[in-house]
């Protein structure tokens, strides 16, 4: 432990499909797919937009591209500064 | 990357944690696996690092003392011989020895297709809370949730919490059978204070029995959702919807490793045993029973994988508990209306975008799959398998590796250590 009185950053900063968004520590992507609205993550087979609906890595609905690894579950990937998601949606 | 332990425990939350600390304490080696990135489970989520439960607290600070290793982000994806399991862990590959196994996979919720389930903001019941709880913003939302039991009540506390306007709750139940239910749990005090705790605070929020989802209406999103409230048809904008119906077991990786399964629970003896020798299950693999369900049978097969005797009162908390379990069941079980919500168009695979039309003619699980592509896709029939289950009573099928899409180099044996080759 440092003795240092100076907090932790208490945000992180990741990119989802290239917008900036800023988090408090402890936010799951799939969470952060929604900071500005419903979550989105993918598209279905006839195109149409589809959302986490588990949140617990039950559904695979919230998989996305996270740094360059596809089919993540979004739900089980805590956000990491500079982080790049990608969805298909 | 090769492993190996004493115990393999998989699944971190209560169960799991209560027999990985007790056998860790008595000296075994114990390896601990969990999808998530902290302990918790789904009842403790994020308890890791928020620290707001006092019990969720007290056996995380346990289980760090205890010496068992945690495997975060490990899924199991196969089983291929007695003793040995093959783990994914984000882009690496594990091989697992173990000596002996606890099963503490938890549950999951049901979910019960209904037109318009498939537009984003509809989630389960727990499903929108536990993305609540990991950082979705819903303040000034407008939720509705609709479901049954004490979950319904639960989830509504924590979307209060952070600042949701909730809207409405809809209990399935019929109300002869709910008030019935709330009115045995002055057999157990522990839920009855919960209980009260959590209907103390949701006086605000109208709520009803015999209330259920019709459909969720919207374009790109959920706008609005039609209801009926013992017998009258409603319409309510919002924001999000929960929706699903009780808990049911993740089974996979029991019927992975071979072990029986009854009634939607997996066979166990008095020591937790199943009938897979070595191989134990705890928590909500034996019946919906809730978190402390998943404490007592933790506590019990600690001690047994740890050679230490069981005391009487271990064994009497287990016996209440079930009897709490049994309560549940009842109060939860999915009324019949639920079953006919989905028109020919409603999707029921959500992965495979398989409607309800695509299955007529089906006679089981088996042709579902075959001829429909029902449960093929990336959950693997984690989703529509409960809903079938429901709807038309057929129930799982055996589980075969790959029980999660995995990469291939996943799936290869680890080539055997000097001392084990065969002479």
Same mark, same amino acid.
């Given at each position: 432990m440092s003795a240092s009185k100076s907090t932790p950053p208490e945000v992180v900063t990741l990119r989802v499909n290239g917008r900036v968004v800023t988090v408090p520590v402890g936010t799951t992507v799939a969470a952060a797919l929604g900071a500005e609205g419903v979550p989105v993550s993918r598209v279905d087979l006839g195109g149409r937009p589809r959302g986490p609906v588990c949140g617990m890595g039950v559904c695979f609905e919230c998989r996305a591209t996270v740094d360059g690894v596809p089919d993540v579950l979004t739900c089980l990937a805590p956000c990491r500064e500079g982080q790049e998601v990608v969805t298909d949606a | 990357m090769r492993e190996a332990c004493d115990l393999v425990v998989i699944g971190a939350g209560p169960g799991g944690l209560a027999a990985a600390s007790i056998a860790a304490e008595a000296g075994l080696s114990v390896l601990v696996l969990d999808q998530q990135s902290q302990p918790g489970g789904q009842v403790w989520r994020g308890e890791a690092r928020k620290r707001e439960n006092r019990l969720a607290r007290r056996w995380l600070d346990r289980f760090a003392a205890s010496g068992a290793r945690f495997r975060p982000g490990a899924r199991v994806v196969a089983a291929p011989e007695p003793g040995l399991l093959l783990v994914e862990e984000g882009s690496a590959s594990v091989a697992v020895r173990y000596g002996r196994a606890v099963l503490a996979t938890g549950a999951r919720e049901r979910f019960l297709p209904f037109p318009g389930w498939t537009l984003p903001g509809v989630l389960g019941v727990s499903g929108l809370q536990v993305l609540v709880k990991d950082g979705l913003p819903v303040r000034g939302k407008r939720v509705v949730?609709?479901?049954?039991?004490?979950? *319904?009540?639960?989830?509504a506390a924590t979307l209060q919490r952070h600042g949701a306007e909730v809207l409405f709750l809809a209990e399935q139940a019929p109300a002869a059978r709910h008030w019935g239910f709330a009115l045995q749990l002055? +057999?157990?005090?522990?839920?009855?204070? @919960? %209980?009260?705790?959590?209907?103390?605070?949701? #006086?605000?929020v109208p709520t009803s029995t015999d209330a259920w989802v019709l459909a969720a209406e919207g374009e790109a999103r959920v706008e609005r959702v039609r209801l009926s409230v013992r017998g009258h048809e409603e319409t309510l904008s919002c924001d999000y919807l929960g929706a699903s119906y009780g808990l049911v077991p993740n089974l996979e990786l029991a019927k992975l490793l071979g072990c029986e399964v009854a009634s939607g629970a997996v066979v166990v003896d008095e020591r937790l045993e199943t009938r897979v020798k070595g191989v134990h299950a705890v928590g909500e693999l034996l019946g919906i029973g809730g978190v402390d369900q998943a404490l007592v049978t933790g506590e019990l097969v600690g001690h047994v994988v740890a050679g230490k005797p069981v005391s009487s009162e271990l064994e009497r908390a287990w016996r209440a508990v079930r009897t709490f379990a049994e309560l549940l069941a009842r109060h939860d079980a999915p009324r019949d209306e639920l079953r +006919?919500?989905?028109?020919? @168009?409603?999707l029921v695979c959500r992965c495979e975008d398989v409607p309800l039309q695509a299955l007529e003619g089906c006679r089981d699980l088996r042709e579902a799959r075959l001829y429909a592509r029902l449960g093929m896709g990336a959950c693997q029939g984690r989703t529509?398998?409960?809903?079938?289950?429901? *709807?038309? %009573?057929?129930?799982?099928?055996? #589980? +075969?590796?790959?029980?999660?899409?995995?990469r291939i180099g996943s799936l290869r044996l680890p080539s055997p250590s000097p001392h084990t080759r065969a002479s």
């Open positions: - | 949730l609709a479901g049954t039991g004490p979950l *319904l009540l639960a989830a002055w +057999r157990h005090p522990g839920k009855l204070l @919960q %209980g009260a705790a959590l209907a103390a605070g949701l #006086v605000s +006919r919500l989905a028109t020919p @168009q409603t529509c398998g409960a809903a079938v289950e429901t *709807l038309f %009573g057929w129930s799982g099928e055996d #589980v +075969r590796p790959p029980c999660l899409p995995a």
